[in-house]
């Protein structure tokens, strides 16, 4: 086992049950090796230090060790974060919040025609795209070191509309477009594939829509810790607003009970604002005691807010 290279003795290890990996307790330590979404592993991995009452937690990892360590540094927990690369395991640097980037001059160009169409224009590491309550509807790309609008919700999307209208995207196209994802994202439509998309990115939108729902008297959407690989992957979102004392604060929206929210959450603080205060805003009922317990024991506590959801 790749614990042995870190100068311990496996022979007391007793195997326990981890969801993303493989896991081991010594005593009143743990040991957890993780094989599969390494860089949303240290929620999971100190849930479950938390059940098994553990008091140090040592997470082994063979991808994004150094975000879990940037992570890790921000628990009041002692957590050890090792990389294991070619079967070496050297402790883990915790790696620097990701830098800003803009968008490209060319690229912005299509900022006008996004906003005309009934768009909300949004700009996240360096991409430029819209998005309707919450759901992405274009995005602009480089084909062939050209600038170009597509219309569509995720890549494929993207290429079927293309099929079916050619490459070169229209306002009235986009406009479209807008008006039909935007009925059916509506408070009282019916269940619909494009509603049950972005569930986060919608709660986000009505919070900047309307801070008040989290006690904010002011709000605006901001970029991630880390990049969203994949539109329909549900990943929290990041808002800042201020509150009525002129507090600055850091809004973390997730739609579900999210194992690793409070660590996502903590990082986006660290990258925004690290004085902020820390608000992570969910529906009801997804508060359980266990995260509230993990919210609470960051080096700056963070403090869960529930939304009702919209009428389906």
């Not at 940037?70 to 974060?81: P, T």
């Not at 070619?86 to 299509?110: C, I, M, N, R």
Request: overall charge negative; glycine content about 8%.
């Amino acid at each position: 086992m790749a614990a042995l290279q870190c100068g311990v003795d496996t022979a007391s290890f007793v195997p326990v049950e981890f969801a993303f990996g493989d896991a081991a307790r010594d005593g009143l330590t743990g040991w957890i090796f993780v094989t599969e979404q390494h860089d949303r592993a240290l929620g999971p991995a100190l849930l479950w230090a938390q059940k098994q009452q553990v008091q140090v937690v040592n997470i082994l990892s063979e991808k994004n060790a150094g975000i879990l360590a940037r992570r890790a540094s921000l628990f009041s927990h002692q957590i050890n974060v090792w990389s294991v690369l070619d079967g070496k395991v050297v402790a883990a640097q915790a790696e620097a919040v990701l830098g800003e980037a803009t968008v490209s001059e060319a690229h912005e160009k299509f900022a006008v025609m996004i906003a005309e169409s009934g768009a909300e224009v949004v700009r996240e590491h360096g991409v430029l795209s819209g998005e309707v309550m919450g759901l992405e509807v274009c995005r602009v790309i480089d084909d062939n070191g050209e600038a170009r609008l597509e219309i569509g919700v995720g890549v494929h999307d993207r290429e079927t509309f293309q099929l079916l209208h050619g490459k070169e995207a229209t306002l009235q196209s986009l406009r479209n477009v807008v008006e039909i994802v935007g009925k059916h994202r509506a408070d009282g439509a019916e269940h619909h594939p494009l509603n049950r998309l972005g569930a986060e990115r919608l709660l986000r939108h009505r919070i900047v829509s309307s801070p008040q729902l989290v006690g904010l008297s002011t709000a605006y959407t901001t970029e991630p810790p880390v990049k969203r690989m994949n539109v329909k992957d549900a990943v929290p979102c990041v808002a800042v607003g201020k509150n009525d004392l002129g507090d600055e604060v850091v809004v973390v929206c997730t739609a579900s009970v999210d194992v690793d929210v409070v660590a996502f959450a903590a990082d986006a603080r660290l990258r925004i604002s690290p004085k902020a205060k820390l608000l992570i805003a969910t529906h009801v009922n997804n508060v359980v005691p266990a995260l509230q317990k993990l919210a609470d024991s960051l080096v700056e506590p963070a403090a869960f807010t529930e939304v009702a959801p919209v009428r389906r």
